[in-house]
């Protein structure tokens, strides 16, 4: 691509100024620069962080996206924004327990084998669980969902066990005392990431005591990320799931 806008450049088919726009790695719209290189360098497209924007400020980050043809994914999105955006562009597909929308834009495809196993302690997770869901997906990756299996009912999560373990990468989500990781961790052979949540009474502090439990796990094979970033735990699993596919 370098080489042919620098040629049209020489050839006179191309100005400076407009090789300059095709060239660059990033969009100033002032208030945001939109990281159009993001997928060349990552992999991956640029995410929408909407927690704390104004939607007047999305929906120009995304139609700067969807001139690219590049998929756009925004988390923290609350319903009442959810409308305000989809007004405007009617593409986007909200989901309401991942606060999520997601729009497809471009008609590349990945085929992964195998899938990612979504682990969710208790439904009061579901929230981070189903961001973490909606995101490998957005990404093309097969998601399976086990959700209500946290330690409480230990047989729940046995039921599901073979299941569990035939995935390539699990996320496991847990509130409380954050037990759950630690549990999987210790009866499959592939990487865990593990999601603490805020999800608890008084002494749960938010999740800090769920994200210390997971941090203490003597289980191997765990990493964990931030409370309730059930993105972030979504988008390394998928980076793993895709290094395991190109083996």
Not at 57 to 69: E, P, T
Not at 121 to 141: F, H, I, M, R
């Amino acid at each position: 691509m370098l080489e042919e806008i620098l040629q049209k450049v020489a050839n006179g088919e191309l100005s400076p100024d407009k090789a300059k726009e095709k060239l660059a790695t990033f969009e100033n719209l002032g208030f945001a620069k939109v990281d159009h290189h993001r997928k060349k360098r990552q992999g991956f497209p640029e995410v929408i962080f909407g927690e704390g924007k104004e939607p007047s400020h999305i929906i120009d980050i995304s139609r700067a996206m969807m001139a690219k043809k590049e998929n756009i994914l925004i988390t923290r999105v609350t319903y009442e924004k959810a409308q305000v955006i989809m007004e405007r562009l009617p593409d986007f597909q909200y989901d309401h327990t991942s606060r999520t929308l997601f729009m497809q834009t471009s008609l590349e495809s990945h085929h992964y084998n195998g899938y990612i196993a979504i682990v969710c302690a208790g439904t009061s997770d579901l929230p981070v669980a189903e961001e973490a869901a909606k995101t490998a997906e957005a990404y093309g990756v097969e998601v399976r969902r086990f959700y209500d299996v946290g330690v409480a009912g230990i047989h729940r999560l046995m039921a599901h066990i073979e299941e569990i373990r035939e995935a390539t990468v699990s996320v496991v989500v847990a509130g409380m005392e954050g037990a759950l990781p630690s549990v999987v961790g210790g009866l499959v052979s592939h990487p865990i990431i593990a999601v603490p949540t805020s999800i608890g009474y008084g002494a749960n502090f938010q999740g800090l005591s769920a994200l210390l439990t997971m941090l203490n796990s003597c289980a191997s094979g765990i990493s964990v990320v931030n409370i309730d970033n059930g993105f972030g735990g979504a988008y390394n699993a998928v980076m793993i799931h895709r290094i395991a596919n190109q083996s």
